[in-house]
């Protein structure tokens, strides 16, 4: 199973000046539930600024790093070079479930491929300034779950076989 998971306000903003517009409890403990034991594939600049927030990868899972720096590297991370490659490398973990975490150019790639078996969506509540979006779910995907929690709404879509 391929998921992405996501977090976007009202305009399908999801980032600001290389981190997170918000700070939303709630929506991080929901993501590290789900991701917890599970494989994460990112871009090299998301990375960047989970390592600027912990110090280095997301603990208690297997992180995936996209770059197409030749040289980069990081203790506990495996690097591909492109998204195909990244899935290829998080298939050889097993049976675990895969998630595409962000940001925008890996979801955009991700989603023209209609690589993700499934999305989980969180709908921000409100509108934030920033300077990175989600691209539009394109057809071929159905909202089949929707939760509204405290300060935004949790959406299920799944990939229509
Ligand atoms: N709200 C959310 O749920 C959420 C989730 C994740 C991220 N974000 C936010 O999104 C922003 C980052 O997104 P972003 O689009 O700027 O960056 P990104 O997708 O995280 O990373 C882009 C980088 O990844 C590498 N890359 C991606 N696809 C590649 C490919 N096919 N082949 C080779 N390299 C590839 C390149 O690295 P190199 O430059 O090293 O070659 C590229 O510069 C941040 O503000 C972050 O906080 C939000």
Known sequence: MISLIVAMDANHLIGSGGDLPWHLSEDLKRFKKLTTGNVVIM?????????????????????IV???????????????????TAVGHARLFGEREIFIIGGARVYAESLREKIPDRLYITRVEGEYTGDTW????????????????????????????
Request: aromatic share 8%; charged share 30%.
């Open 43 to 63: 871009g090299r600049k998301t990375y960047d600024s989970i390592e600027a927030r912990l110090g280095g990868p997301l603990p208690d899972r297997i992180s």
């Open 66 to 84: 996209i770059t197409g720096n030749p040289e980069w590297r990081r203790d506990g991370v495996v690097v591909s070079h492109s998204l195909s």
């Open 134 to 161: 989600f691209p539009e779910i394109p057809d071929g995907y159905a909202l089949t779950e929707s939760e509204a929690g405290t300060q935004a709404t949790y959406e299920v879509w799944e990939r229509k076989s």
